[in-house]
């Protein structure tokens, strides 16, 4: 008997090839297949791959033959992210535990039980599901199951949110179902990795249950306002562009190669999605591991250097403020904001050692690229380290005009435009007060050579200088500062962009060393058009004080655990 694979690639052939003939009938030379090298494809690599792990097309394998199988397709591919479908609890435990030693996370769901799902778990959990694995120190689980007329099997989607190859992004598995009307799902699917991916950068991969030309895949085309809208990896495969396509001279074509057979026609329903915005140089092809009655399909892009967002405080250009921390390491740590006052957690090293007595700051842009920076007082040194555009940190610069002579500097500030000169400003603390370093246009990055202004006595040493932005709405970047023997926040309002006025009190409270060892203002980190605060607790956690018309209100949970190990953040 002709084993199903077999049959597979028969009809696969015969589809080729009739493109192939036709393509030159047309007067065209026939297109030439996108070939995906792993060793040379882009290095955000993705799969996404609907196992059958319950049916009478699962795989005749064993557990551990399945398993070592799939294993090696990722690790040929070298695998950022991996998203199967039709998964049974058996294959994800095994799978889990085959990848954790090569640096994996796991995240599964369960969207209803199968009996043939007993073939890979003897104990006689038939779970049946969704999972998705991330080359990534730690992750976050994000599942919510879609909405299905009564009577139907139960469909979901599960994301994974991890740093993969150096940047934070959303990795989403989901199996679509046509009796979910109009669109398979698909809207409300975008509606959850909107809310979980918060300006991210997304990967989907899908069992859409449709071929590419189908309306149900025109909501994850075209995405929301935060995730904007997704290339398909395998939709500049020429190979597999249709005559319309040809004819016009596409690059791009909703085609793709075939991953299934339907009433033994090989069709595309399995896709990987990535946000557009956030990608580029998109690639894919499918292979035949034999494992399915489905092909794994497998993507590659680079990430997108986003433009600057020219929000203060934001460093991986998504429009939110984002928080640098030191840790007690050495390493530099860069926490992605969520919007709302939330922040990413797991964080993205960008400094792997030395950073242990440094002081830093990440307001303003000091090369003249548009994007956020972070400057560093190293020793008796000043340096900038450039964003590269999407949080990471290029080679450090000197600071122009004053690269030295820092040593007796104890806190650094960076406000933002301080001067109101179109050029950012940096103020140093020492035992002597609290000083004003005016940048300038003449070197970039630099500050002027002219003695600083001294806009703080000695009552500074005593300090945390905070940069909240403009508190009172006059159009100049005020100051917070914490003192550290009382607890009192002050407010220090811009004197005009040469000194500051007498100070009043910021908010009513104690913001005690002892219950808040570190504090920081992100500025309005909620759109409110008021300045919030965060702060490390005495129990290692991170809390949010949104700002209200009274002061800052009380706190709010974002960060459990861990938060004991930060010496610095800003």
Not at 28 to 37: E, L, S
Not at 154 to 175: F, K, M, Q
Not at 436 to 462: M, Q, R, Y
Request: charged share 20%; with cysteine; aromatic share 8%.
């Amino acid at each position: 008997m002709t084993h199903r694979w077999q049959r597979w690639r028969a009809a696969l052939a015969g589809t080729v090839t009739t493109f192939m003939v036709s393509a030159a009938l047309a007067g065209g030379v026939p297109a030439r297949a996108d070939v995906v090298n792993p060793s040379t494809a882009p290095s955000v690599r993705s799969i996404s791959y609907n196992v059958c792990g319950a049916y009478v097309c699962q795989s005749p394998l064993d557990t551990a033959s399945w398993t070592a199988a799939v294993r090696q397709q990722v690790t040929e591919w070298d695998a950022d992210a991996v998203m199967l479908q039709e998964l049974c609890i058996g294959q994800w435990i095994g799978l889990r535990s085959a990848l954790r030693d090569l640096g994996y996370q796991a995240v599964w769901t369960s969207t209803q039980t199968a009996s043939g799902c007993a073939k890979w778990d003897v104990s006689g959990d038939n779970r049946f599901g969704l999972g998705v694995f991330v080359k990534a120190a730690t992750a976050d689980r994000y599942e919510a199951k879609l909405t299905v007329p009564t009577g139907q099997a139960s469909r979901a989607v599960l994301c994974a949110r991890a740093v993969l190859d150096g940047r934070a992004a959303l990795a989403c598995s989901t199996h679509l179902a046509q009796y979910i009307e109009p669109d398979n799902g698909s809207t409300e699917m975008m509606g959850y990795v909107e809310q979980w991916a918060a300006g991210l950068p997304v990967i989907i991969g899908a069992d859409m249950n449709e071929v590419p030309t189908s309306p149900a895949l025109d909501p994850v085309r075209a995405g929301l306002p935060g995730t904007g809208s997704f290339a398909e990896v395998d939709e500049n495969d020429r190979q597999y562009f249709t005559q319309d396509c040809l004819d016009a001279g596409l690059a791009a074509c909703h085609s793709g190669e075939p991953t299934s057979i339907v009433g033994g026609t090989p069709k595309k329903f399995d896709h990987i999605f990535l946000s557009s915005q956030d990608f580029h140089t998109v690639r894919g092809d499918a292979v035949e591991p034999g494992l399915s009655d489905h092909l794994l399909l497998r993507g590659a892009a680079w990430f997108e250097t986003r433009p600057g967002s020219a929000v203060a405080g934001d460093l991986s250009d998504d429009g939110r403020v984002d928080l640098v921390a030191v840790d007690t390491n050495g390493a530099l740590r860069l926490y992605p904001g969520l919007g709302a006052g939330g922040l990413l957690n797991p964080y993205r090293p960008v400094g792997n050692s030395g950073w242990t007595e440094a002081l830093v700051g990440h307001r303003g842009d000091w090369n003249g690229d548009d994007r956020e920076d972070v400057v560093a007082k190293i020793g008796d040194s000043l340096w900038v380290y450039p964003n590269s555009g999407s949080g990471s940190l290029g080679s450090r610069v000197a600071m122009g005009g004053r690269p030295n002579g820092w040593s007796t500097t104890k806190h650094l500030a960076l406000p933002g435009d301080f001067t109101g000169d179109g050029y950012p400003d940096l103020l140093a603390g020492s035992s002597t007060g609290l000083w004003l370093h005016a940048g300038t246009p003449g070197t970039k990055p630099g500050v002027s050579t002219s003695t600083p202004l001294h806009i703080g006595g000695v009552e500074w040493a005593n300090l945390d200088v905070l940069t909240p932005g403009d508190v009172d709405g006059d159009g100049r970047v005020d100051l917070w500062a914490r003192e550290r023997n009382t607890g009192q926040l002050w407010l220090y309002r811009n004197a005009g962009g040469t000194g500051l006025l007498p100070r009043q009190q910021a908010s009513p409270g104690i913001w005690s060393t002892a219950d808040r060892p570190l504090v920081m203002s992100p500025g309005d980190a909620n759109g409110d058009g008021l300045a919030d605060l965060w702060a490390t607790t005495d129990s290692g956690d991170v809390v949010l004080h949104l700002g209200t018309a009274a002061g800052l209100g009380p706190a709010s949970m974002i960060g459990t655990g861990g938060w004991s190990g930060i010496l610095r953040m800003s």
